[in-house]
Each structure stands twice: as structure tokens, then as C-alpha cells.
């Protein structure tokens, strides 16, 4: 099992910037794939970005191309999401999630979860 601490988030202006973090314990961190994903009111849980345990794979979905950023720091147990350009429609709970193993193939990989942390774009 895999404990995960998410934090970074708050309140920021469209166009602002934001970076998570999101410390790991209780497994090798450079065993798992690990991800972000978010939820905003109303809305379903979605994929945000996810990154290989080498951070060679990175996946993001369309709407955050070029404007985010998912790193990993092995060496810490911290991965990060890095958030640039953000626009209101980016505002929900973020959660960073561990995978089962190394690699991602989609949501269904993960299996562990943070508290989420809340990130409001103001217009």
C-alpha cells in the first residue's frame, strides 16, 4: 500500500501558475507509475497526466497539452504537476494516484490515492 500527501493547491488567477506535489511513502517509489487526475463539482473524476516510474513515459490528456507539466523527483518520492496558463475551467480537487506497477495504461492502473488538494482558477 502506498500513502500519498498532495499539496500546492489554491486560489489563482486565469493565466496564473501552481505546482503540486505529491509526497509518497510505504512502497519503493521508483517501482510504480504515478499519476494526477481531478475532479470538478458536479463532474466526473478524469485522467489529468501520468509519468512512467523513470519519468521516460508521460501521457497528457488534451486540454492540459502545453500548459502542464508532470515531473518526477525518485530520489525524494515526489512527483509534481506543474501548472502554467490556468484557465477557470481548470479549477477542482487534484489527486495524485500510485499505479500497480511501472508502466500506465489507463486509469484502471492506479490503485492508490491522496486526500486531493483544491485548485480554483478565478476569472
Known amino acids: 500500500q502506498v500513502q500519498l500527501v498532495e499539496s500546492g493547491g489554491g486560489l489563482v488567477q486565469a493565466g496564473g501558475s501552481l505546482k503540486l506535489s505529491c509526497a509518497a511513502s510505504?512502497?519503493?517509489?521508483?517501482?510504480?507509475?504515478m499519476g494526477w487526475f481531478r475532479q470538478a463539482p458536479g463532474k466526473e473524476r478524469e485522467s489529468v497526466a501520468y509519468?512512467?516510474?523513470?519519468?521516460?513515459?508521460?501521457y497528457y490528456i488534451d486540454s492540459v497539452k502545453g500548459r502542464f507539466t508532470i515531473s518526477r523527483d525518485n530520489a525524494k518520492n515526489t512527483v509534481y504537476l506543474q501548472m502554467n496558463s490556468l484557465k477557470p475551467q481548470d479549477t477542482a480537487v487534484y489527486y495524485c494516484?500510485?499505479?500497480?506497477?511501472?508502466?500506465?495504461?489507463?486509469?484502471?492502473?492506479?490503485?492508490?490515492w491522496g486526500q486531493g488538494t483544491q485548485v480554483t482558477v478565478s476569472s
Open positions: 494516484a500510485a499505479a500497480k506497477g511501472r508502466y500506465y495504461r489507463g486509469p484502471s492502473d492506479f490503485d492508490s
Open positions: 510505504g512502497r519503493t517509489f521508483s517501482n510504480y507509475a
Open positions: 509519468i512512467s516510474w523513470s519519468g521516460g513515459n508521460t
